[in-house]
């Protein structure tokens, strides 16, 4: 099953844009930023990890369900950057700050096209805070997502610090 | 097509492969096993198409608070992944 991500491209920079440019009014988006470190999975390897990755991410959550979410990570085995920057939906409880499942679409880009072509992907996304009184920045958490151009999928088993600023 | 036929496709794309992920780590043995079991009942639950329905109606209306300059943001643990 293939769509035409052309058609989501003027959607999406449009959404992006205007979210961007408007002044924040009564209530402000939460801001996050977190550290990070993946055992990362590509189409092209079945077993886990084929390589690891360390970087960042960053989402601003706009309302209770949606949040715009963005990362750049390094590839340590294979020498790779990869970023990717879109909407996810929070499709659990929102007032739950330990566990959360995401649901999203971002658009992928990195270095090494072979590895990872940048298009559009779809992703489902697991976090959770093990011990939140103990280490309330610590969280761990998996992803799938699902290239819409190529077909090809990336799995992530991850580990997050959030940053103490946000 | 219409937008929830749309969020489920996407979306159903997405959840498969991360069940694929989570039911390896299930079968694995390991201590994550009953964690990543816990983890595929979840989200069964959160992509079946009516909750995806219910979903999509609150997308809508939030995206027009957001066209309003009305935000109302929430830490969400799967949003730093």
């Given at each position: 099953m293939r769509f035409k991500t052309h058609l989501f491209v003027p959607l999406i920079a449009a959404l992006l844009a205007f979210v961007s440019c408007w002044p924040a009014q009564a209530a402000d988006p939460v801001l996050s930023m977190s550290l990070g470190a993946n055992a990362a999975s590509f189409?092209?390897?079945?077993?886990?990890?084929?390589d690891f990755e360390l970087g960042g991410t960053g989402s601003a959550s706009l309302s209770p369900h949606i949040s715009g979410v963005g990362s750049l990570f390094f590839g340590?085995?294979?020498t790779y950057l990869r970023g990717s920057a879109g909407m996810r939906v929070t499709a659990t409880d929102v007032n739950d700050p330990n566990f959360s499942i995401g649901l999203g679409l971002q658009y992928q880009v990195c270095s090494e096209a072979d590895l990872r072509p940048q298009e559009w992907a779809p992703d489902a996304s697991i976090g959770w805070?093990?011990?939140?009184?103990?280490?309330?920045?610590v969280s761990v958490g998996a992803q799938g997502s699902y290239g819409l151009d190529s077909g090809t999928a990336m799995l992530l088993l991850a580990v997050r610090y959030s940053l103490p600023r946000f | 097509m219409k937008f929830i036929d749309i969020l489920i496709r996407l979306f159903g794309l997405s959840a498969n492969e991360l069940r694929s992920l989570l039911e390896r780590v299930a079968a694995s043995?390991?201590?994550?096993a009953g964690l990543a079991a816990e983890w595929l009942k979840k989200l069964d639950e959160v992509v079946a198409p009516e909750a995806l329905g219910r979903l999509a109606s609150e997308i809508v209306r939030e995206l027009g608070d957001i066209a309003a300059g009305k935000f109302d943001g929430r830490k969400h643990p799967s949003d730093g992944i």
């Open positions: 189409n092209q390897s079945s077993h886990l990890p084929s340590v085995s294979r805070r093990p011990c939140p009184e103990m280490m309330p920045r | 043995g390991t201590d994550a």
